[in-house]
């Protein structure tokens, strides 16, 4: 019987004497890129990588990860504005994954089961002062804690949580879970006061002196006045005294017909809190409907909720017994950084509002009498990139340093400044590392992703709404949670799919224990696996020889 040889070119039984990799003018690269969510969250959160174990099914891990950057998954999963679904690449694909809505679910799943936060190994023995117990301060005392410095907390409120208590009901924050997120810092070890305000310059010389470093977070607590009010007015109130008078279950009398002044979340508040006690509300706002700085769906919820709306709207004056509001048709248009607004008369005429009492919410200014002139500018403490004050041994966030006023840049604000205040208690120099380019959809291969919609906004009915606190957002259901995770991109974090490695015709790619690794002597830099990466993963480098 005679022996079959096979043909002389694959004498050795395997391709591995082609080295192909010699006709390569590129070659493909693995890389950890951000996403464009990531960018766009103010505490760089690492989205992607938290979905994913939601994906998987693993909350408390993804729990974990959420909560490297943010204390306050559960809140921030209720009132972030979320600019990092704006950025999201499937919002141009079919629709942005519903960040906020998932980050909730993780949220509520740790206070269900009473997750914690481990305790510091170290103890440090640096002392830092946290003045003001809202999201910042917060943020900072819990990042200053989880590096084992020691913090003492300082908050004039009998409370803490700041605006998220005093200025956020409870049917879109409930109280179980502001507490409940809040508790989980203080347990770090945070030592706590209460009761406590700076009021004099030497006020804050003393914390300095007792302190090794001290970080502000004192917020914005003066009210922007309109010159057509006149201030002392009976009928006159600022919508954050009425809010806080609200959470403290001592909601004001003002009347039956109530005007709410302002387009933003805290108009939205103010107006959706006098419905629950039984007012009949109109909202007057410079802005257009689709300009107005409120979220979307706060809107939404609030003309559900009877609410009416004069958009694009100026109060001019206001004079008699019951009140008569002289309003006028504008055109409104902001101003750039720093500029006023233009406000102009549309020529559609004027009109009257009949109210019993005028609530105001156009926002508040930072009191800076505590500093030298020369530490302050444009309305503001100034910082710089990291956080610090012109002032020795001071770092300052939220509301008194920033006109970016959301929870979630106030969160960011606190860790910025922990992490300089950190680096600053250890004496190390400080690195700046220049952002990197985030993957794009055109890098993303979207055949693997079917066209998928993002779950419906569920919202308790309107009677059961306005009869109390209930909250109204109702969350997503495990199947959604589940089903909404996995329209996730995963831009620029590796999912180990498999598919470089099936798809290269060369037999130039291994995965081991530590990922996926190109052989160089095969690789022919045909860019398969590059286009093939369903997250952005890979991407295909000139090589210069």
């Given amino acids: 019987m005679s022996t079959v040889l096979p043909p002389t070119a694959w004498t050795t039984g395997t391709t591995e004497v082609f080295k192909t990799g010699t006709w390569r003018a590129a070659m493909p690269q693995y890389l950890a890129r951000p996403s464009p969510c990531h960018q766009a969250c103010p505490v760089n959160g690492l989205i992607a990588d938290w979905i994913g174990h939601a994906r998987a099914g693993d909350l408390r891990r993804a729990w974990e990860v959420l909560a490297v950057n943010n204390p306050f998954p559960a809140i921030a999963g209720r009132i972030c504005h979320h600019p990092c679904e704006s950025a999201c690449n499937r919002a141009g694909y079919d629709e942005a994954v519903s960040v906020c809505r998932l980050e909730r679910a993780v949220g509520d799943a740790a206070l269900e089961a009473g997750w914690a936060f481990e305790p510091p190994a170290v103890a440090q023995e640096a002392h830092v002062a946290v003045i003001g117990g809202g999201p910042s301060g917060l943020s900072a005392a819990y990042q200053l804690r989880r590096?084992?410095?020691?913090v003492s907390l300082y908050e004039a409120k009998p409370q803490l949580g700041g605006l998220m208590r005093y200025g956020i009901p409870a049917y879109r924050l409930p109280r179980a879970v502001l507490d409940g997120e809040i508790e989980r810092i203080v347990a770090l070890g945070v030592d706590?006061?209460?009761?406590?305000?700076?009021?004099?310059?030497?006020?804050?010389?003393?914390?300095r002196e007792r302190h090794d470093l001290v970080y502000l977070a004192l917020g914005a607590a003066r009210p922007r006045a309109l010159p057509q009010l006149p201030a002392q007015a009976p009928w006159l109130m600022q919508g954050t005294d009425y809010l806080a008078r609200c959470a403290e279950g001592d909601a004001p009398r003002l009347g039956q017909r109530i005007v709410v002044i302002g387009g933003g979340s805290s108009a939205m508040d103010v107006a959706r809190s006098a419905r629950r006690n039984g007012?009949?509300?109109?909202?007057?706002?410079?802005?257009?409907?689709?300009a107005m700085p409120a979220q979307r769906?706060?809107?939404?919820?609030?003309?559900?909720?009877?609410?009416?709306?004069?958009?694009?709207?100026?109060?001019?004056?206001?004079?008699?017994?019951?009140?008569?509001?002289?309003?006028?048709?504008?055109?409104?248009?902001?101003?750039?950084?720093?500029?006023?607004?233009?406000?102009?008369?549309?020529?559609?005429?004027?009109?009257?509002?009949?109210?019993?009492?005028?609530?105001?919410a156009i926002g508040q200014d930072a009191d800076l009498s505590l500093f030298p002139a020369g530490a302050t500018a444009g309305g503001l403490l100034r910082v710089d990139s990291r956080q610090a004050t012109d002032l020795p041994g001071v770092w300052a966030g939220g509301d008194l340093?920033?006109?970016?006023?959301?929870?979630?840049?106030?969160?960011?604000?606190?860790?910025?400044?922990?992490l300089d205040i950190d680096r600053a208690l250890r004496g190390t120099q400080r690195t700046e590392v220049p952002p990197a380019q985030p993957v794009g959809l055109q890098e993303i291969a979207t055949w693997y992703h079917p066209p998928r919609r993002r779950p419906e906004h569920q919202r308790l009915g309107v009677p059961q709404r306005v009869a109390g606190d209930d909250e109204v957002q109702l969350a997503l259901s495990p199947g959604e949670v589940q089903a909404e995770a996995a329209r996730c991109f995963s831009c620029g974090t590796c999912t180990s799919c498999d598919n470089c490695f099936q798809f290269c015709p060369d037999l130039a790619i291994t995965h081991g224990q530590d990922g996926y690794a190109v052989l160089a002597d095969y690789c022919k830099g045909c860019g398969i696996c590059v286009r093939e990466c369903p997250t952005g993963s890979m991407v295909l480098q000139e090589e210069l020889r």
Avoid: I, N, Y
């Fill in 147 to 150: 590096r084992g410095w020691r």
């Fill in 192 to 207: 706590v006061h209460c009761g406590f305000t700076l009021r004099t310059p030497e006020d804050l010389q003393r914390m």
């Fill in 279 to 290: 007012c009949s509300v109109t909202v007057v706002s410079l802005e257009a409907r689709s």
């Fill in 297 to 360: 769906e706060e809107v939404q919820e609030a003309l559900e909720e009877g609410v009416l709306l004069c958009d694009s709207t100026m109060v001019r004056s206001v004079e008699g017994d019951p009140l008569q509001l002289e309003c006028v048709r504008v055109r409104f248009e902001p101003g750039a950084a720093g500029a006023p607004p233009r406000v102009e008369a549309s020529g559609e005429g004027a009109f009257t509002l009949q109210a019993d009492a005028v609530l105001t």
């Fill in 401 to 418: 340093a920033s006109m970016a006023r959301f929870l979630s840049e106030a969160v960011g604000m606190g860790k910025r400044a922990a």
